[in-house]
């Protein structure tokens, strides 16, 4: 059930932007900057108001979404159904702990799925099985969960992102990318003490060989 999602289209730029963009950290944010992916937690908001309720998650199937699938359309938090959140890009999505959904993006979660298995040497792997090792990698106590880096960072695959301090940046082709809600910006490969954000199992995925779709900033 939680892979059967219509995809939807966020609005470009709002006069007040509603709390839905999804930072690396996993937090949700208010911000008119639009971002490549979709996606949903389960049932976080209230309709009435299209605010978000206490809780941050409904269901342990975090999943990515296309913004646009078979011409569907949704109004954003507008129904008592899953909540519409929105992702930079894919390497966003995984850092906060997200997976890609199997219904729009069957594609991709099979690639996915493969290099999963590949790195963490399982086989037959379900998506809910996925979910439940997402979900302990990507919480502890309600909070996100920071990992130590298992390689320098230089090392680490495409799409991996980290944290130090309030700042997250992206890796990629060995360089470090300082992440943004409108985009990325070059930063200093010269961190103190980085921690790894993206779940290590996902991690794993990357090194294996999966090549997430990064904003166009970080292709420069």
Same mark, same amino acid.
């Given at each position: 059930m939680a892979n059967r999602r219509a995809s939807t289209r966020d609005s470009p730029i709002a006069t007040h932007p509603l709390q839905n963009r999804v930072a690396p950290t996993g937090d949700i944010i208010a911000t008119p900057h639009r971002g490549l992916f979709t996606g949903n937690r389960g049932i976080i908001h209230d309709p009435a108001t299209k605010t978000l309720l206490n809780k941050r998650w409904s269901s342990p199937a975090w999943i990515t979404c296309l913004c646009e699938f078979r011409g569907w359309r949704r109004p954003v938090m507008a129904r008592r159904s899953w909540t519409e959140l929105f992702f930079l890009d894919e390497a966003t999505a995984f850092a906060a702990g997200h997976r890609p959904c199997f219904f729009c993006r069957r594609e991709d979660a099979n690639r996915f799925r493969a290099a999963w298995e590949t790195g963490n040497g399982v086989s037959k792997v379900s998506a809910k099985a996925m979910d439940a090792q997402l979900h302990l990698e990507r919480l502890d106590h309600g909070r996100k969960r920071l990992h130590a880096l298992p390689m $320098?960072?230089?090392?680490? $695959?495409?799409?991996?992102?980290?944290?130090?301090?309030?700042e997250s940046f992206l890796v990629t082709k060995a360089r470090l990318w300082r992440w943004s809600p409108a985009?990325?910006? +070059?930063?200093?490969?010269?961190l103190e003490s980085p921690m790894l954000l993206t779940p290590p199992s996902?991690? +794993?995925?990357?090194?294996?060989?999966?090549q997430p779709a990064l904003h166009p900033t970080a292709l420069d």
């Open positions: $320098p960072v230089a090392e680490l $695959p495409d799409g991996a992102m980290v944290q130090q301090g309030e985009g990325y910006a +070059r930063a200093s490969n010269e996902t991690l +794993r995925a990357l090194s294996a060989g999966y």
